[in-house]
């Protein structure tokens, strides 16, 4: 890109976005090259929005993060806000005393397990649906999407109790397979559909054979697809509470969980509880600070079109 | 992309003619078979897996709600017809006030996040540096794990030792209770809300505009619009078709918004019930009292009222779309 578009895009916000800034309104008919008055003040107004949105959106988390440091003297303390002595006692408490390797542990694994699962399942459905145009048959699996988990859980409680298999990991890994197989299917769908036919067709003229097309042409085209795809599924499990809440057990306690049941004592231990609440989110920013662009497709797919 | 093609198709071309020499008979009708029906065979697994999992739960959550079932699923029920959905309709203590609560929480969050969002992604949408740190911070909400956000603004809402009360100290205005205030809970709840999703929606708009062409703007500047009619009568009405797509994603999930409410306010939505939406209601109906008949009914009820809300929406995106 050259400097001179460069520079024609910044002068076009700061035109856009004179209504948010509150200047005065400039002067109607466009010069070929105007330098609007509203330049300066929208330039000074841009930077401590964005500032303000950003302060808004990392602060608590910040906040949470001091305050895993505290010890609850220093938390009840609130002239001790910012200066404090850091202890990382808490940490010491929440992962040897209450175990917690063991449940990032079953997070991670029912995670992992739920989203590979839901990749082998998802992946040839969604390319199917994206190819034949399958509307109604998708429209089943995005069903699962919409349905409150809480209608399920009844029976599915009822069914994995009878068959013994509640507590264990299978029953967690496909409740939330539930939730991570429509996420795939969507994502991949309009991945799959932004994929040009061509490819597939000159494979086929070529002699592959059309299965030999996807598995050799579309599916090396669509790693990217299933990054993204696989890496939202993974969050998404890594948060769920509710399946977790009912169907997991003492053994397949996953961090969620654990930490709501962290507050189920008569006084909250809020040191421990902010070193709890870190040790699951640090870990799924981390992952989401180094895929970030893919993150974004995800949460956009789809979104864009008519 | 097309010079990706030659190399396939050179090595692609012995392989398969020796397998057509090699290959036994049923073999050879396997593939042939798989090729022909791979629309099914590729759909069939993941939608036999939804359909088991859903249809399955859900026509016995359907039987569930008309009978008289609770304490133990396990346990005699009697066919009682409608008796449920009666009780639910005419119930003024809990389940109208959980409609109103769920309707509202929804309703102020999707106004608040598509605003807020709308003002956001027009702060972002053209270059400027440091945007990599900024797109960075978007992203920590949305994908920090709800149950320990709602921790997190426990702490920060406490009226004791929150730091928010702390800040309104300092300009001199009366501590709030916030979270454990009987009329300011649901309005906390609903503010985390906005917290966690605003970014989605930042993101899903941001797509849109980057995706609109720039033609129509242009133009209308050459005819001498300002900013401000330039966006409310080019920019947003091209934006509508994607501004209901994040209304449609964020509403059917800020509807069963569960994992906040319960991690703050507990079983019942708090002693007041006062953060009790449908879906709080409807878990606490099954699993803190055994009551599935009567939480069936809800559940029916609380599908119908989301599936009710997506098709409008989707009918309204049509409309605008032509």
Same mark, same amino acid.
């Given at each position: *890109?050259?400097?001179?578009?460069?520079?024609?895009?910044?002068?076009?916000?700061?035109?856009?976005?004179?209504?948010?800034?509150?200047?005065?309104?400039?002067?109607?008919?466009?010069?070929?090259?105007?330098?609007?008055?509203?330049?300066?003040?929208?330039?000074?107004?841009?930077?401590?929005?964005?500032?303000?949105?950003?302060?808004?959106?990392?602060?608590?988390?910040?906040?949470?993060?001091?305050?895993?440091?505290?010890?609850?003297?220093?938390?009840?303390?609130?002239?001790?806000?910012?200066?404090?002595?850091?202890?990382?006692?808490?940490?010491?408490?929440?992962?040897?005393?209450?175990?917690?390797?063991?449940?990032?542990?079953?997070?991670?694994?029912?995670?992992?397990?739920?989203?590979?699962?839901?990749?082998?399942?998802?992946?040839?459905?969604?390319?199917?649906?994206?190819?034949?145009?399958?509307?109604?048959?998708?429209?089943?699996?995005?069903?699962?999407?919409?349905?409150?988990?809480?209608?399920?859980?009844?029976?599915?409680?009822?069914?994995?109790?009878?068959?013994?298999?509640?507590?264990?990991?299978?029953?967690?890994?496909?409740?939330? *397979?539930?939730?991570?197989?429509?996420?795939?299917?969507?994502?991949?769908?309009?991945?799959?559909?932004?994929?040009?036919?061509?490819?597939?067709?000159?494979?086929?003229?070529?002699?592959?054979?059309?299965?030999?097309?996807?598995?050799?042409?579309?599916?090396?085209?669509?790693?990217?697809?299933?990054?993204?795809?696989?890496?939202?599924?993974?969050?998404?499990?890594?948060?769920?509470? *509710?399946?977790?809440?009912?169907?997991?057990?003492?053994?397949?306690?996953?961090?969620?969980?654990?930490?709501?049941?962290?507050?189920?004592?008569?006084?909250?231990?809020?040191?421990?509880?902010?070193?709890?609440?870190?040790?699951?989110?640090?870990?799924? *920013?981390?992952?989401?600070?180094?895929?970030?662009?893919?993150?974004?497709?995800?949460?956009?797919?789809?979104?864009?079109?008519? | 992309?097309?010079?990706?093609?030659?190399?396939?198709?050179?090595?692609?071309?012995?392989?398969?003619?020796?397998?057509?020499?090699?290959?036994?008979?049923?073999?050879?009708?396997?593939?042939?078979?798989?090729?022909?029906?791979?629309?099914?065979?590729?759909?069939?697994?993941?939608?036999?897996?939804?359909?088991?999992?859903?249809?399955?739960?859900?026509?016995?959550?359907?039987?569930?709600?008309?009978?008289?079932?609770?304490?133990?699923?396990?346990?005699?029920?009697?066919?009682?017809?409608?008796?449920?959905?009666?009780?639910?309709?005419?119930?003024?203590?809990?389940?109208?006030?959980?409609?109103?609560?769920?309707?509202?929480?929804?309703?102020?969050?999707?106004?608040?996040?598509?605003?807020?969002?709308?003002?956001?992604?027009?702060?972002?949408?053209?270059?400027?540096?440091?945007?990599?740190?900024?797109?960075?911070?978007?992203?920590?909400?949305?994908?920090?794990?709800?149950?320990?956000?709602?921790?997190?603004?426990?702490?920060?809402?406490?009226?004791?030792?929150?730091?928010?009360?702390?800040?309104?100290?300092?300009?001199?205005?009366?501590?709030?209770?916030?979270?454990?205030?009987?009329?300011?809970?649901?309005?906390?709840?609903?503010?985390?809300?906005?917290?966690?999703?605003?970014?989605?929606?930042?993101?899903?708009?941001?797509?849109?505009?980057?995706?609109?062409?720039?033609?129509?703007?242009?133009?209308?500047?050459?005819?001498?619009?300002?900013?401000?009619?330039?966006?409310?009568?080019?920019?947003?009405?091209?934006?509508?078709?994607?501004?209901?797509?994040?209304?449609?994603?964020?509403?059917?999930?800020?509807?069963?918004?569960?994992?906040?409410?319960?991690?703050?306010?507990?079983?019942?939505?708090?002693?007041?019930?006062?953060?009790?939406?449908?879906?709080?209601?409807?878990?606490?109906?099954?699993?803190?009292?055994?009551?599935?008949?009567?939480?069936?009914?809800?559940?029916?009820?609380?599908?119908?009222?989301?599936?009710?809300?997506?098709?409008?929406?989707?009918?309204?995106?049509?409309?605008?779309?032509?």
């Amino acid at each position: *890109m050259t400097g001179l578009t460069k520079e024609t895009e910044h002068t076009e916000h700061t035109e856009l976005a004179g209504p948010l800034s509150a200047t005065p309104a400039r002067p109607g008919p466009a010069p070929r090259r105007r330098k609007p008055l509203g330049t300066r003040a929208y330039k000074v107004f841009r930077v401590a929005a964005l500032v303000a949105v950003v302060l808004f959106l990392v602060a608590p988390l910040f906040w949470m993060l001091l305050a895993s440091f505290k010890t609850n003297v220093d938390i009840y303390d609130t002239g001790k806000s910012f200066f404090f002595t850091p202890t990382g006692e808490n940490y010491a408490n929440v992962l040897q005393r209450n175990n917690y390797f063991v449940f990032i542990f079953n997070s991670f694994w029912v995670a992992f397990v739920s989203t590979v699962l839901s990749l082998v399942l998802g992946v040839p459905a969604a390319y199917a649906m994206s190819r034949f145009t399958m509307h109604r048959s998708a429209l089943v699996v995005l069903m699962a999407r919409v349905i409150p988990g809480v209608s399920l859980l009844v029976p599915w409680y009822y069914v994995f109790s009878n068959l013994k298999m509640v507590g264990g990991f299978e029953v967690l890994i496909l409740s939330h *397979m539930f939730v991570s197989l429509p996420l795939i299917v969507y994502i991949m769908m309009s991945y799959f559909d932004s994929l040009p036919l061509e490819l597939e067709e000159s494979a086929q003229v070529d002699g592959l054979t059309p299965i030999g097309a996807f598995r050799r042409i579309t599916l090396p085209l669509s790693v990217a697809g299933m990054a993204t795809a696989g890496i939202l599924s993974f969050i998404f499990s890594w948060n769920n509470f *509710m399946f977790a809440l009912v169907l997991s057990g003492s053994k397949t306690k996953t961090l969620p969980v654990a930490i709501f049941d962290f507050v189920s004592y008569a006084s909250i231990d809020w040191g421990g509880l902010m070193a709890a609440a870190t040790v699951v989110t640090v870990p799924i *920013m981390i992952i989401a600070l180094f895929t970030q662009k893919y993150i974004v497709s995800g949460m956009t797919a789809g979104a864009t079109k008519g | 992309m097309s010079v990706l093609t030659p190399p396939r198709s050179a090595q692609s071309q012995p392989p398969s003619g020796r397998n057509a020499g090699r290959a036994t008979g049923a073999r050879e009708n396997f593939s042939a078979w798989a090729n022909l029906h791979r629309k099914w065979l590729f759909a069939a697994p993941a939608m036999i897996f939804v359909g088991v999992l859903i249809i399955f739960p859900l026509a016995w959550t359907l039987y569930l709600s008309l009978t008289d079932s609770q304490g133990s699923v396990r346990a005699a029920t009697e066919f009682i017809g409608l008796e449920n959905y009666l009780t639910v309709l005419s119930d003024v203590e809990r389940f109208w006030p959980a409609v109103g609560r769920t309707l509202t929480f929804t309703g102020v969050a999707l106004v608040c996040e598509v605003v807020l969002g709308m003002c956001i992604a027009l702060l972002l949408w053209r270059p400027f540096r440091g945007e990599k740190w900024v797109r960075v911070a978007i992203l920590l909400p949305l994908v920090a794990t709800p149950v320990a956000v709602g921790m997190m603004w426990r702490l920060i809402f406490d009226p004791n030792i929150g730091f928010v009360n702390q800040l309104l100290g300092m300009v001199g205005i009366p501590p709030q209770p916030w979270l454990s205030g009987q009329d300011t809970a649901l309005g906390t709840t609903i503010f985390m809300d906005v917290w966690q999703w605003t970014p989605m929606v930042v993101l899903i708009l941001l797509a849109g505009l980057t995706s609109l062409s720039e033609e129509p703007d242009e133009a209308a500047r050459m005819d001498g619009a300002n900013a401000f009619q330039r966006f409310f009568f080019i920019t947003l009405p091209l934006m509508m078709p994607t501004v209901i797509v994040a209304i449609l994603l964020r509403g059917i999930d800020a509807l069963k918004t569960f994992d906040i409410l319960y991690a703050t306010k507990g079983k019942g939505g708090g002693s007041f019930h006062e953060v009790e939406t449908l879906n709080v209601y409807a878990y606490g109906l099954s699993f803190d009292y055994n009551q599935y008949g009567l939480s069936s009914a809800v559940l029916i009820l609380f599908f119908m009222i989301i599936i009710g809300s997506m098709w409008l929406l989707t009918m309204r995106k049509k409309a605008v779309s032509k």
